[in-house]
């Protein structure tokens, strides 16, 4: 940060963020960017009501994060709270150097200047947009590599017997705990499935009628008139529409019920031109199916005879 002196004195706001609520790293940050004010010329101070913080949240996308929204409307108030944004280090603004840039433009427009203690960048450089892309790529490159490596270490789970996913209709979490030897607690090596078995006879239900010509619709139907308990709790206690046609096909084409676990089927991906995220399919070939019969919970016969419904039929409503 520069110790020259434009005007008789500067203002300074102080943006903190963690991805986690990890109140040490974020009072370190605080800490380390009251240091950089401390050692300009006394007309530096921070104002103490502009010191924004997020945690929780990723550094990925905008998303989640209220303390850095916070922190731009209070960059366009006129006359302005502050003249100097003091930041850490260029990943607590942003992992996505294009947020990052853009975030910088906005601060720009509205005469905001911004310093990055760590890497000792300031946006009065002229070279300042060349510096701050070199670390923004880096960290574009950490969330690549980060990305990947969890979709190894989950396929390796997965070809265990673990699942990677969450609460799955049908199932309950049965976690494969070891003694760790060292301390005496308990490690968790992983997480495998077990059938519940009302669930399961509401699926077989499902199937079942679904093979006698039953269309979803209908199915949905039956299903809240018997008060059939769903997949997902009713907020309000109320059971009468629990099920729709949506959720009994997508039962139908669980083929986990068969027995076989499916994974890599989707990937997340931001959309550039919207910054939003977005779930997209991915090529067959790359969907790894592995065959789990203690899962199975609907037979071979039943199942032939929904997929050859299924493959057959596009039913009005059954959406």
């Given amino acids: 940060?520069?110790?020259?002196?434009?005007?008789?004195?500067?203002?300074?706001?102080?943006?903190?963020?963690?991805?986690?609520?990890?109140?040490?790293?974020?009072?370190?940050?605080?800490?380390?960017?009251?240091?950089?004010?401390?050692?300009?010329?006394?007309?530096?101070?921070?104002?103490?009501?502009?010191?924004?913080?997020?945690?929780?949240?990723?550094?990925?996308?905008?998303?989640?994060?209220?303390?850095?929204?916070?922190?731009?409307?209070?960059?366009?108030?006129?006359?302005k709270p502050f003249h100097y944004i003091v930041i850490a280090d260029t990943s607590r603004l942003g992992r996505n150097l294009s947020r990052v840039l853009q975030i910088m433009k906005i601060l720009k427009d509205h005469g905001i200047e911004v310093c990055f203690v760590e890497q000792k960048l300031d946006s009065r450089d002229p070279n300042f947009l060349m510096q701050v892309s070199i670390p923004g790529i880096m960290q574009e490159e950490y969330i690549s590599a980060l990305r990947e490596k969890v979709r190894r270490g989950q396929h390796g789970r997965v070809q265990e017997g673990y699942t990677?996913?969450?609460?799955?209709?049908?199932?309950?979490?049965?976690?494969?705990?070891?003694?760790?030897?060292?301390?005496?607690?308990?490690?968790?090596?992983?997480?495998?499935?077990?059938?519940?078995?009302?669930?399961?006879?509401?699926i077989r239900t499902i199937y079942r009628l679904f093979a006698e010509g039953v269309n979803v619709s209908e199915i949905a139907r039956r299903l809240n008139d018997n008060?059939?308990?769903?997949?997902?709790?009713?907020?309000?206690?109320?059971?009468?529409?629990?099920?729709?046609?949506?959720?009994?096909?997508?039962?139908?084409?669980?083929?986990?019920?068969?027995?076989?676990?499916?994974?890599?089927r989707t990937t997340r991906v931001r959309n550039p031109a919207t910054g939003q995220i977005e779930s997209r399919r991915k090529p067959d070939d790359e969907i790894i199916r592995i065959p789990m019969p203690e899962l199975r919970i609907v037979d071979d016969e039943v199942s032939a005879k929904v997929d050859e419904r299924l493959n057959s039929i596009d039913e009005p409503g059954d959406g």
Avoid at 36 to 57: G, H, L
Avoid at 234 to 256: D, Q, Y
């Fill in 1 to 79: 940060m520069d110790k020259t002196q434009t005007s008789p004195l500067v203002r300074c706001a102080i943006y903190v963020r963690s991805a986690t609520n990890d109140k040490t790293s974020l009072a370190a940050q605080e800490q380390s960017c009251r240091a950089a004010v401390a050692k300009q010329s006394p007309t530096w101070t921070i104002v103490e009501d502009c010191i924004f913080t997020d945690t929780c949240a990723s550094g990925v996308g905008r998303d989640g994060r209220p303390g850095l929204d916070s922190l731009l409307e209070r960059a366009k108030e006129c006359p």
């Fill in 164 to 202: 990677p996913g969450g609460r799955c209709f049908g199932y309950e979490s049965d976690p494969d705990l070891v003694r760790d030897v060292a301390n005496g607690n308990h490690r968790r090596l992983g997480t495998r499935l077990r059938i519940v078995p009302s669930e399961a006879e509401t």
């Fill in 227 to 264: 008060s059939v308990p769903g997949p997902k709790k009713p907020a309000t206690g109320n059971v009468s529409n629990l099920w729709n046609a949506r959720l009994v096909r997508g039962i139908l084409k669980r083929e986990r019920y068969r027995g076989t676990a499916v994974w890599n």
